[in-house]
């Protein structure tokens, strides 16, 4: 599934002549030049070997790489790769993440065993791309270490993806290029779509709020928005291709169009989405409660389609804790928030994201996220265990908390998010719900599994036919974090 057709990327690629240079004025036909100097790579080995290349993606950390993975994927099928779905592949790509220290263990886990396959298959191939690639230690373990790596790139220059492999085809050495950032958004380039009828959207790459313990504005690089004309036109096609539900993803969707020419809102971006006709649901992740504006609060509470969930992280509780992590919000300036928008939206579905252990987190510190969580009731929450990220001013902050106070504070936390989630996602039974159906039912075979509009899960009976449509569903049972439901 591609936002261009088949036939629309067919004709480009027929239209470029590789006698001769690429452009050097426009970026996305540079790249559809190097598509199809790859495209001659690949078919020249597959007719060698008498089989498709192969290709595998796996994908590490949030929404914003498994959207840079389709378009890894968009790019590797136009030049001629089959898709599998494990790394017993011609050519593997890790997208990933290095939000947490564990995300990086587990790359480095995971390329011990990438070696033993590549042992077996001449042909193989290995690349490594996305945040953890951005971090100057990382690259040197690998130089040192990981010499049978192929290709590594960063989060700035995935776009340039068809080209870099040409220069890998051309040398029999490890190429890297990493950049430190980037101003550049290069459009209309190739994308396959993970599924049928929904999509993720970039509207924003990057973040400008270095919180204290985050690794991301290091990594992403500075807030760059998109134009709201590539965004409507990328979703228009989407829609023309199936796509009934979008999910638009920034690191901080609030600050949308801050640093456009013709400067916009969130809000009004959002405004100009609904109007699209064929949409049906919008989602977008991640707002930051410091920038949340009355007039996005007023347009979620018209709008048809802008789904009844906000994500909006938290972090703690604890205000001081929030002040050290350069949040630029107090406790009490989050409560009003959350009753602002419950008194605009009285059903929304609120979900956060919350870090226990941060350095000088007291027992009263942590005692202030409980009471938080408490009075704000959310929906679901993400607990994470503080990180300590090499190079953000967290990591420098004397009073690291010892292990076992942290996890005993994530216990505590978990078992009382988890409780406040169940009594809450129980609270819509006896009620019939607009649900998307996602998939067949992994365990059962009679069923589908679909999504409400807070993201809940609906399990029901159906059938394949019904993917991707929507249905009104009479919620039966509640199973803890999830429903049991009929066709209402
Ligand atoms: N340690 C633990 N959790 C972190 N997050 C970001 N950085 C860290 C870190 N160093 C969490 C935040 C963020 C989510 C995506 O990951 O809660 O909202
Ligand atoms: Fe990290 Fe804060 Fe930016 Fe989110 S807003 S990506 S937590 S720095």
């Known amino acids: 599934m591609n936002n261009l057709t088949k036939e629309q990327l067919e004709s480009i690629l027929e239209n470029i002549d590789l006698s001769k240079a690429p452009s050097a004025e426009d970026e996305t036909m540079r790249q559809y030049w190097y598509i199809k100097k790859a495209r001659e790579y ?50 593997v790509i890790y ?67 068809a080209e870099l492999l040409v220069t890998r085809f051309e040398s029999n050495r490890m190429v890297i290029d990493i950049w430190k950032d980037t101003d550049k958004i290069v459009e209309n380039l190739p994308s396959e779509r993970k599924f049928s009828f929904k999509s993720g959207v970039n509207i924003m790459f990057g973040c400008n709020n270095f919180c204290s313990y985050c690794i991301v504005p290091y990594v992403r690089g500075r807030e760059r928005s998109r134009n709201p004309i590539d965004i409507i036109r990328e979703i228009e096609q989407l829609v023309a291709d199936g796509v009934v539900e979008i999910m638009l993803l920034g690191q901080n969707v609030n600050s949308y169009g801050k640093n456009l020419d013709n400067p916009i809102t969130f809000a009004q971006l959002l405004r100009e989405i609904e109007k699209i006709e064929g949409l049906k649901r919008i989602r977008f992740m991640t707002s930051h409660p410091k920038d949340l504006s009355d007039e996005l609060i007023e347009v979620m509470a018209k709008s048809k389609k802008i789904c009844s969930h906000l994500h909006l992280p938290v972090q ?160 039966e049972e509640c199973k803890g974090f999830y429903y049991i439901g009929k066709i209402a």
């Open 42 to 91: 690949v078919s020249s080995i597959s007719e060698k070997i008498g089989r498709k290349l192969t290709c595998n993606t796996v994908t590490f950390g949030c929404q914003m790489n498994a959207r840079d993975s389709e378009k890894l994927v968009g790019i590797l099928e136009l030049i001629g790769y089959e898709e599998l779905d494990d790394e017993h592949a011609d050519f």
């Open 316 to 475: 703690s509780g604890s205000s001081a804790i929030l002040e050290k992590m350069n949040r630029h919000y107090t406790k009490e300036q989050y409560l009003n928030l959350v009753e602002k928008i419950r008194k605009a939206i009285p059903d929304i579905s609120l979900t956060t994201d919350i870090i226990v252990g941060f350095p000088g987190e007291t027992e009263e510190d942590f005692l202030d996220t409980m009471d938080l969580v408490e009075k704000v009731r959310y929906d679901s929450a993400f607990t994470f265990i503080y990180s300590r990220r090499t190079g953000t001013p967290a990591a420098a902050m004397e009073e690291q908390i010892p292990e076992d106070v942290i996890k005993d504070r994530f216990d505590r936390l978990l078992d009382r998010v988890q409780k406040i989630s169940r009594e809450m996602s129980a609270r819509y039974t006896g009620t019939v719900q607009q649900v998307l159906v996602e998939e067949m039912n992994t365990q059962d075979e009679s069923m589908v599994t679909g999504r409400m509009s807070n993201n809940l899960l609906v399990h029901f009976p159906g059938d394949a036919s019904m993917i991707g449509n929507l249905y009104q569903v009479s919620l």
């Open 95 to 161: 997208n990933t993440c290095t939000v947490r220290e564990n995300a990086n263990q587990r790359v480095y886990g995971r390329l011990g065993f990438l070696h033993s396959l590549k042992k077996k298959n001449p042909h193989m191939m290995i690349g490594l791309c996305g945040c953890m690639m951005q971090e100057t230690h990382v690259v040197e373990k690998l130089k040192k270490s990981y010499r049978f790596v192929d290709l590594i790139f960063g989060t700035h220059n995935i776009y340039k993806f």
